[in-house]
């Protein structure tokens, strides 16, 4: 008979509460027990969500961090930490956070973190070093196994595989990770005994790497592992998620292992091959709910796939979500505000697992034992196919005429940049700033009221253009040369937008953990996307009639708003994004037309939408340069385009960042000492750049000296005619306290700079 099982459940808790309890004990205002009964209560509500499961997953649960969890268990805990006697979760935050309760000693520095795989989750990287050795931790593991046993579900521990694990963490020193494998198997081994002895028959072991590109060594280390591990007294079933095997399928149905996973979202297409190819005692776990956006599954479109495989597999088929519901919200019943029609074609993890259920049911006893709910999710499936609120006809039609002509600019850079500084007239090395200024305590409360409907409409715009010319002032005696209004009435860059465009929705609880105590509420983008009325223009306008200076219109760009909300899976991404483009054109000409001289388009997430493997990369790029092309490049020569993103690793897509045809690029360089600019001896960067001179995720002020010397070492790669002079990105997270002698900094360097004649 087919089983359900799943990967792993949210762990904030449908209310956040394990933000709430790790800042409370993070602050010193709670105990360290108190965090661990939260901690221990969550997990006993994720089993019981969960029980309806023939596996249930445990150790998926983590107080900030699965993977650093993972370095605690194999003992890889960075030098750093390892004189610490007090309780090992003190010890774990310090290795996350640099610290952990006010009262627990020793500041150290934080584990770097970094995404994990395309999504938006961040783990700690694990650290290693030629001689780094493992031991045994297994206590977590095994508190919760005995735990969720007492719960009485049927318990499948989840780990990290050991190839994995080297694979996502970094060396310290010049050693190869993969020659630590041989010391780091031999603890896995401790410890799928250790699960064993709890008397738990599977392991779910979670390779995600093997849905990447992996060079040979890699491979031979996949198989020198499961070689070993193979001996152990428990079942493993090895899980992939996130994408397609590829040229990694043989070498996956060939490991020792009782059972695989694949996750039949992005890899349908595999499951036959992996079938022929797997021996025939195997389990075949499909993952046939998306565990990465917020749509109902269509049951009787996977059941009509499904069913002749279940067939054929018997005993052998588990069905699952297609990875960890880490990635989604906890409970669409939380939801009130919800559109009711919109909420009819959502589920979020709870309702997912509803849907497992579904099916194993109708593969079990037939579709017409579960007749009710799959009449309930045709109609829903039905109702969002046809909906009107999703099919818009005008934006259907614009999108069918979209040609990449739209995406040109009538000259080239050299011509617009002489058409331009005729009318800004700007002086050598301009100074400005990313966007945002401080997001002050008046700011929120101003927001937070508005939203309670405590203050109108008309006192609430009143606020914001206060602070409108607060900035505007301040700008004004830093003597900045392009200004910006701040960003006040923003709360979020995706949300502002989102917020006024056709074809979002918002909820109200759909948070999704992004690392640590941080949770992000995606948009929901369910619809074509159109713009009933200009979004920034009134701002902008009013910031401008204040003052001579260029005040710079600021947008979010297409690219960014799609990879920070949940989109839709009844179109291509693409398609979605160009969507988006060709509204972000409309108010980039409507800012134009009411006389803004200079428009930013920020692409702070271009980079992270890069798919897993390389062979992927040019496709992406393609659609997404075009689409901010489209956006932005609707213009007159006279109007300067901007464009910002908070990184700098470009390396390997600076021609595609070239071919978005900015005027001007802001970038991150300031904490590498512009050493990341060293991309730019090889390529000739053509238009304008502004390398960050200010680290704005650091409370410190850089001296005029440093800016100097960072700005010079830019010189010796990029003309002094194209080089700004700004910030690492916006400044909303700092105080104004910090940012007035930082930019007074930044401007007297500037004006030293031009003085120098360099
Ligand atoms: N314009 C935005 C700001 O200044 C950019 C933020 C970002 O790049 N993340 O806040
Ligand atoms: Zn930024």
Redesign the pocket.
Known sequence: MVKAHNLGFPRIGPDRELKFAQEEYWKGKSSLDALKSVGADLRKQNSQAQACLDYVPVGDFSFYDQMLDMSFTLGNLPERVRDFNDDKLDNFFRVARGRSAPTAAGEVAAGEMTKWFDTNYHYIVPEFQANTTFSLDSSRLIEQIREAKAQGVNVKPVVIGPVTYLALGKAKDDSHKLTLLSKLLPVYQQLLAAIAAEGAEWVQIDEAILVTELAAEWKVAFETAYQTLAKSPVKLLLTTYFGQLQDNLALVAKLPVAGVHLDTVNARNEVETLIKNLPGDRIVSLGVINGRNIWKADLNGTLDWLEPIAKQLGDRLWIAPSCSLLHVPVDLDSERKLNGEIKNWLAFAKQKLEEIRVLKAALVSGRSAVKVELDANAAAIASRRNSPRVNNPTVKDALAKLNAQLGNRKNGYAQRAKTQADILKLPKYPTT????FPQTAEIRRARNQFKAGKIDDAAYRTAMQNEIARCVKEQESLGLDVF?HG?AERND?VEYFGEQLDGFTFSEFGWVQSYGSRCVKPPILFGDISRPKAMTVEWTAYAQSLTNKPMKG?LTGPVTILNWSFVRDDQPRSTSCKQIALAIREEVLDLEKAGVRII?I?E?ALREGLPLRRSQWQEYLDWSVLSFRIAANGVADKTQIHT???YSEFNDIIEAIAQMDADAITIETSRSDMELLEVFENFKYPNEIGPGVYDIHSPNIPTEEHIIKLMRKAGERIPAERLWVNPD????TRQWEEVIPALTNMVSAAKKLRAAGV
């Open positions: 700033t990313i966007g945002s910006v960003e860059m600021m930013q920020d702070a910002h993103m908070c990105c916006g400044l909303k």
